[in-house]
T-cell receptor, first 115, second 117 residues
């Protein structure tokens, strides 16, 4: 079974609109972390936001917020006020267990922002 | 300095060549990683170094040979590669080593695009 599932291969949004990228995960660990990375066509993986399994508040970083629903095992990324520069591949990733840093990535969602 | 640098940006090599990829970070991170990424796929973990010791080798063929000369530097030596090894090779680092802090974001470099002819 996949540990990280991103069901949207591609998403389209107009500039200045909000968009939600879906991510569900599967783990039996109590302690885990969820990450979102952005990868533009240049190739670099850019860290966006992190949510720990014990964090009660949803994480926010500027225009990015993570809608964390622990019971549903979902960690959706919300981008508010999309910009043309947001066009990129977005990966959801999970670190399981306490302290271990290896990440399991989802297959990614390609986001295209149109003017 | 919150940057991971990788050289070269692009590399074209023949199947009989020997080449090396280089990765450097000056953030004091104690874990460093090599990933391989094919087009439109997620990164696949290859190796992890924790405190300059090889901690994880994800059954990578021996034609890929990692080396960590010091805590800031990570190399990937390439020899007798196959065309299917053509990919983007990403390096990353994180604080605290492999069994370190529970929040242990990985910082990635820009990658090396490798083409094997």
């Amino acid at each position: 079974a996949q540990k990280i599932t991103q069901t949207q291969p591609g998403m389209f949004v107009q500039e200045k609109e909000a968009v939600t990228l879906d991510c569900t995960y599967d783990t039996s660990d109590q302690s885990y972390g969820l990450f979102w990375y952005k990868q533009p066509s240049s190739g670099e993986m850019i860290f966006l936001i992190y949510q720990g399994s014990y964090d009660e508040q949803n994480a926010t970083e500027g225009r990015y917020s993570l809608n964390f629903q622990k019971a549903r095992k979902s960690a959706n990324l919300v981008i508010s006020a999309s910009q043309l520069g947001d066009s990129a591949m977005y990966f959801c990733a999970m670190r399981e267990g306490r302290g271990y840093s290896t990440l399991t990535f989802g297959k990614g969602t390609m986001l295209l922002v149109s003017p | 300095d919150t940057e991971v640098t990788q050289t070269p940006k692009h590399l074209v090599m023949g199947m009989t060549n020997k080449k090396s990829l280089k990765c450097e970070q000056h953030m004091g991170h104690r874990a460093m990683y090599w990933y391989k990424q094919k087009a439109k796929k997620p990164p696949e973990l290859m190796f992890v170094y924790s405190y300059e010791k090889l901690s994880i080798n994800e059954s990578v063929p021996s034609r890929f040979s990692p080396e960590c000369p010091n805590s800031s530097l990570l190399n990937l030596h390439l020899h007798a590669l196959q065309p299917e090894d053509s990919a983007l090779y990403l390096c990353a680092s994180s604080r605290g080593g492999l069994a370190g802090l529970s929040y242990n974001e990985q910082f990635f470099g820009p990658g090396t695009r490798l083409t094997v002819l």
